[in-house]
DNA sequence: ACTTTGAGTTAACAGTGTAAACTTAACGGT
DNA sequence: ACCGTTAAGTTTACACTGTTAACTCAAAGT
C-alpha cells in the first residue's frame, strides 16, 4: 500500500515536530512559562491535537527527559579508556561538558518532581541509570585493581563521587557560582574532577 | 494610644498566617500547586487580601526562602569549633540535618529560577552568603595553618568543597538515593564530609 | 458629626490545562 | 462508484489560575 505507511510517518513527524516546539520554548521561557497553546501556536496546530500524541503536559516532558538521558548516556559511551580512575575523570569532563552544551536538558533532568520523575523512568530505567552505572563500573574495577582503598562499599564510593559531580553541576546551572571569578570556572571543574577521586585513591 | 499598636500588630499578625499557611501547603503540595486561593481559604480570608501584604505570589516564596536561609544560618553560627577542619566537618553534618529537618525550605531555597532568586537575594545578600562564608573562613584559617594545602587559590578549594556538600543534599532532597540501601545513608553522608577534604588535606 | 483612611471584599479579565462533542477527510470492502 | 468506519483535527466548554479595579464599611482623627 503505502498509504499506511505515510499516516504512520505523518503521525511521527508531528510528534517530532511537538517535541521540538516543545523542548525550543521549554530553553527560552522555562517549563512552566509554556502553555500548550504556545506549542500548537508554534507548529500551527490546534492546542487540543497535542492531546493526540501526549496524555498530557507531563507526558511530553517526560519524553524530553527520556531524550536528555539518552543523549547524555551516549556521550558517556563514547569514553573508552582501560584505567578506570582516568575514566572517571574523563567521564566527569563530559558530565559537565553536557551541562554546559544542554544546559536545557539537564535543567529538565534534575528540577523535576517526583510523579514527572517516575513517569520519565518508569518505562525505562535503564537508560536513566546508564550514567550512574558507568560511575559504579569504574569504581569497582578501581577497587578490583587496587588503585582505589576498599575499606568502604562501593555502593558508598559511588554516591560519594556522583554527589560530587551533581554538586557542582547542579551550582553552575543554578548560576550560583557568582562569587568564583570567570577565570577560575575552568580549574573549578578540573577541581571538583580531581577533588572527587582523590580521597578514594590509595597512598 | 495603643490602638494603633494594635492595628499593626494585627498586620503582622496576618502577614505571619500568610507565611505560615503557605510554607505548609507548599510543604504538602509543591510551591506551583498551592493557589492563592487556596492559601486565602487556610486563613479564611478572600484571595485578594493577600495583595495586600505580598506584591504577588513570588513574594511570599521569597520571604520564606530568606526565613530559610536565616534558619540555615543561626544553625551554622552555633558551630563554636577552633580547628578549621573539624569546623568544616561538623559544617557539612549541620548542613546535611538542615536539609532532613527541613526539607521544605531547602527544596524552595534551592530550586528557583533567577528572578525570584534575585528578589530573596537583592534585599538581602549577606544571609544567603553566611552559610557560604562558613566554609571560606574555615578554608582560609586551615590554609594558613598549614592543614590545607595552597596549590590551588581559597575561592576554588572552598567551592569545590561546596559543590560536594550541595550535591549529596540535592541528590536525598530529588530521591535520586533510591539505589543506596536504607542502612548506607549514614555512611554516605559521612563520606561526603570526609571526602569533601580529604583531597586538600596536606599528606 | 463629618471626613478621611485603610483593611477587606466582590466582580472581572486574560490565560491555563484538559475533556467532550463535533467535523472532515481518507480508507477498506462491496 | 458508493458507503460505513476510522483516525485526525477542530471547536466549544469548564473549572481553575494570578492579578487588577471598583466597591464596602468600620474605625480614627479632627
Given at each position: 500500500m503505502g498509504s499506511t505507511d505515510r499516516r504512520k510517518r505523518e503521525r511521527e513527524n508531528l510528534q517530532r515536530a511537538i517535541l521540538d516546539a516543545a523542548r525550543d520554548l521549554f530553553v527560552e521561557q522555562g517549563f512552566a512559562a509554556v502553555s500548550l497553546r504556545k506549542i500548537a501556536e508554534r507548529i500551527e496546530?490546534?492546542?487540543?491535537?497535542?492531546y493526540l500524541y501526549f496524555k498530557d503536559k507531563n507526558e511530553i516532558l517526560a519524553a524530553l527527559i527520556g531524550e536528555g538521558f539518552e543523549l547524555l548516556c551516549t556521550q558517556m559511551h563514547q569514553i573508552q579508556i582501560e584505567d578506570p580512575v582516568e575514566r572517571l575523570r574523563q567521564g566527569a569532563r563530559c558530565y559537565f561538558a553536557f551541562t554546559r552544551n544542554h544546559p536545557q536538558y539537564y535543567a529538565l533532568m534534575f528540577e523535576l518532581c517526583d510523579e514527572d520523575f517516575e513517569k520519565a523512568?518508569?518505562?525505562?530505567?535503564e537508560s536513566g541509570m546508564q550514567a550512574f552505572n558507568f560511575i559504579r563500573g569504574a569504581v569497582t574495577q578501581a577497587m578490583a585493581s587496587g588503585e582505589f582503598r576498599t575499606d568502604q562499599p562501593e555502593i558508598v564510593v559511588s554516591h560519594t563521587i556522583w554527589a560530587h559531580i551533581h554538586g557542582a553541576a547542579a551550582l553552575a546551572l543554578a548560576r550560583?557560582?557568582?562569587?568564583?571569578?570567570e577565570e577560575h570556572h575552568a580549574a573549578f571543574f578540573e577541581s571538583v574532577a580531581e577533588a572527587s577521586l582523590r580521597g578514594f585513591l590509595v597512598n
Amino acid at each position: 500500500m503505502g498509504s499506511t505507511d505515510r499516516r504512520k510517518r505523518e503521525r511521527e513527524n508531528l510528534q517530532r515536530a511537538i517535541l521540538d516546539a516543545a523542548r525550543d520554548l521549554f530553553v527560552e521561557q522555562g517549563f512552566a512559562a509554556v502553555s500548550l497553546r504556545k506549542i500548537a501556536e508554534r507548529i500551527e496546530y490546534s492546542p487540543t491535537a497535542i492531546y493526540l500524541y501526549f496524555k498530557d503536559k507531563n507526558e511530553i516532558l517526560a519524553a524530553l527527559i527520556g531524550e536528555g538521558f539518552e543523549l547524555l548516556c551516549t556521550q558517556m559511551h563514547q569514553i573508552q579508556i582501560e584505567d578506570p580512575v582516568e575514566r572517571l575523570r574523563q567521564g566527569a569532563r563530559c558530565y559537565f561538558a553536557f551541562t554546559r552544551n544542554h544546559p536545557q536538558y539537564y535543567a529538565l533532568m534534575f528540577e523535576l518532581c517526583d510523579e514527572d520523575f517516575e513517569k520519565a523512568f518508569g518505562p525505562k530505567p535503564e537508560s536513566g541509570m546508564q550514567a550512574f552505572n558507568f560511575i559504579r563500573g569504574a569504581v569497582t574495577q578501581a577497587m578490583a585493581s587496587g588503585e582505589f582503598r576498599t575499606d568502604q562499599p562501593e555502593i558508598v564510593v559511588s554516591h560519594t563521587i556522583w554527589a560530587h559531580i551533581h554538586g557542582a553541576a547542579a551550582l553552575a546551572l543554578a548560576r550560583r557560582l557568582t562569587m568564583l571569578p570567570e577565570e577560575h570556572h575552568a580549574a573549578f571543574f578540573e577541581s571538583v574532577a580531581e577533588a572527587s577521586l582523590r580521597g578514594f585513591l590509595v597512598n
